[in-house]
């Protein structure tokens, strides 16, 4: 079956624009996951979803960063005003649900975001 | 805090030479502890789940092992193909239910 898809593969914005980052997650899976990753680093966590609702949105950095899943599938992250520090690869994942045996987390490939 | 510590931060191996990669992890209740391997430009690809001290797991040439502050990746008689970073992270019972900390890779380089 399809994996985690996520879209654009790279966006390239000037400072101060609005960006907003889609993830298609695995059909089926209830939990969505978004972390950044920057080069050299592991990915951080910024906000999950169960279901439609932000379970744990403790991880986005400040209010410059939100992030939706109105329907329980699909997610858009959103970065207003985007500074060049917001520059990373953008993953997002998902799991059956979450809860130990079924949270493994399955990738999608990432976003590149550069804020130029 | 949580915390996840690989080491080392590089590796080069010959072909057929087998090693092991070493995740050091400080959590407040461990809900699992989780190895993946990130290809360049790619996504981090889904390898192991261990959740209990004790716990083994294997996959072709890898094999994933449990211990209470620790975890190991072993790696038997590698091939170029097994190039990668691997990534090890944990989940938490404590304040960040809900999401995994990742340590910072080990970049492994097999040369034939």
């Known amino acids: 079956g399809a994996g985690v898809s996520q879209t654009p593969s790279n966006k390239v914005t000037e400072k101060g624009k609005y960006v907003e980052l889609r993830c298609d997650p695995i059909?089926?899976?209830?939990?969505l996951y978004w972390y950044r990753q920057s080069l050299g680093q592991g990915p951080e966590f910024l906000i999950y979803?169960?279901?439609?609702?932000?379970?744990?949105d403790s991880g986005l950095p400040n209010d410059r960063f939100f992030a939706v899943r109105p329907e329980g599938s699909v997610s858009t992250l959103k970065i207003q005003r985007t500074e060049r520090g917001d520059s990373a690869v953008y993953l997002c994942?998902?799991?059956?649900?979450f809860g130990t045996g079924n949270n493994e987390q399955f990738f999608g490939p990432g976003t590149r975001l550069t804020v130029l | 805090e949580d915390q996840v510590t690989q080491s080392p931060e590089a590796l080069r191996l010959q072909e057929g030479e087998s090693s092991s990669l070493n995740c050091s992890y400080t959590?407040?209740?461990?809900?699992?502890l989780f190895w993946y391997r990130q290809d360049p430009g790619k996504g981090p690809e889904f390898l192991f789940t261990?959740?209990?001290a004790g716990e083994e797991k294997e996959k072709e040439r890898l094999k994933a092992t449990l211990t209470k502050k620790e975890s190991f990746l072993h790696i038997t008689a590698p091939k170029p193909e097994d190039s990668a970073t691997y990534l090890c992270?944990?989940?938490?019972?404590?304040?960040?239910?809900?999401?995994?900390?990742f340590g910072k890779g080990t970049k492994l380089s097999v040369k034939p």
């Open positions: 994942a998902s799991s059956l649900s």
């Open positions: 059909s089926g899976h209830t939990a």
């Open positions: 979803f169960q279901g439609t609702g932000a379970a744990d």
């Open positions: 959590v407040s209740g461990l809900r699992g």
């Open positions: 261990l959740y209990s």
């Open positions: 992270a944990v989940g938490s019972w404590g304040g960040s239910q809900g999401n995994l900390i």
